[in-house]
């Protein structure tokens, strides 16, 4: 969501809803959407009221905002004592699914200071940040990336230059526990200027399961370009993040009781594109598990299909990979590695 129009001079005219709007058109359309299912239709009603008539707003202004929300963010976390953790553990067990309550309550226990700054870039766009890192050392990178959602990683690391991809993956899959100066320094310098805060202590971080996650939501021609790299220079650690890798394939390996589980999870236009390069072998095992009517379909759907953008048959693929490391989470399917071994259910 970007913000465009002519110049206009300081933000005294902006009120705090009009702030609250220019945050929230900042934000991606997933975090965004988080942020609007928290707040009720009122609040909701009034603020999109507002972002709706926003009107020539400079960069400038736009940026003076979102340092202005940064700087509170982290001046109230002087706030977080004892009872106020208590009592915000209360709020968000009433208002979070369990899976996202138990990572809040989590970060609140862990009193890891370390974090907040790279926490603060969870709301800062991709292209930004990877702007921002293109001339920054391998190793910069890899601490940075390796804070970070393995989804968003990946968005950043396919914009950093392609001849220091693999360097950096390597680098966060040898990651262990970080120097605090080392730390200090990247949050002083280079997050501050991507408007984030924060540190203090060492924080464990990195490995290759780490690297397995990031290369997992990436496309396969770049995945497929670092590990050409990775093999030339560290053929064991390649082999040893290939071992932790789940991808669209490897559903051969599941067996027909976990695939059937799998399929009640994924729609039919979804599992169709997945299927557009999938080989036949898959294709029949799929077949197999899902009703005969469903499979029939999705057959004659493939024949008839046009031209499809490779990018959209792996987003589906990955998607679905997705819903296979969720049931796997939940404890109904078991995944082997692609090193071989049974598979439960």
Excluded at 17 to 43: C, N, P, T, Y
Excluded at 93 to 121: C, H, M, Q, T, W
Excluded at 283 to 298: L, T
Excluded at 306 to 319: F, W
């Amino acid at each position: 969501m970007a913000l465009k129009g002519k110049p206009a001079q300081g933000n005294t005219h902006l009120s705090g809803m009009d702030k609250a709007s220019i945050m929230l058109l900042s934000f991606d359309e997933a975090s965004a959407a988080e942020v609007l299912r928290l707040m009720e239709e009122r609040e909701i009603q009034r603020l999109t009221s507002h972002a709706s008539r926003l009107r020539h707003l400079s960069m400038e202004q736009i940026n003076t905002v979102r340092q202005e929300f940064l700087m509170r963010l982290s001046d109230s976390s002087d706030l977080i004592i004892s009872e106020a953790r208590n009592k915000l553990k209360e709020i968000l067990k009433k208002i979070l699914p369990p899976d996202r309550y138990n990572k809040f309550v989590e970060f609140l226990e862990s009193g890891d200071e370390l974090s907040e700054g790279f926490e603060a870039l969870k709301w800062v766009d991709s292209q930004t940040i990877a702007t921002y890192l293109r001339n920054e050392h391998p190793q910069t990178i890899a601490v940075i990336l390796a804070h970070m959602e393995t989804e968003k990683a990946s968005e950043i690391l396919l914009q950093v230059p392609r001849e220091i991809q693999a360097d950096v993956i390597m680098r966060i899959a040898t990651l262990d526990r970080i120097n605090p100066e080392l730390v200090r320094d990247i949050q002083d310098v280079i997050i501050t200027e991507i408007m984030a805060s924060g540190a203090n202590k060492s924080r464990l971080v990195g490995g290759a399961q780490a690297v397995a996650e990031i290369l997992n939501n990436m496309d396969s021609q770049s995945e497929d370009a670092i590990f050409s790299t990775m093999e030339e220079r560290n053929p064991d650690m390649a082999d040893s993040i290939r071992e932790l890798m789940f991808v669209f394939e490897d559903l051969l390996k599941i067996d027909d009781r976990g695939m059937q589980l799998i399929m009640k999870e994924v729609t039919n236009d979804m599992l169709t594109m997945a299927l557009k390069t999938a080989p036949e072998e898959l294709r029949e095992k799929i077949f197999k598990n899902i009703s005969s009517r469903a499979a029939e379909m999705i057959r004659e759907d493939l024949q008839t299909m046009g031209p499809t953008k490779l990018s959209d048959v792996e987003r589906a693929q990955q998607e679905i990979v997705k819903v296979c490391r969720r049931l796997e989470a939940e404890g109904k399917i078991v995944i082997a590695s692609k090193g071989g071994g049974e598979i439960f259910v």
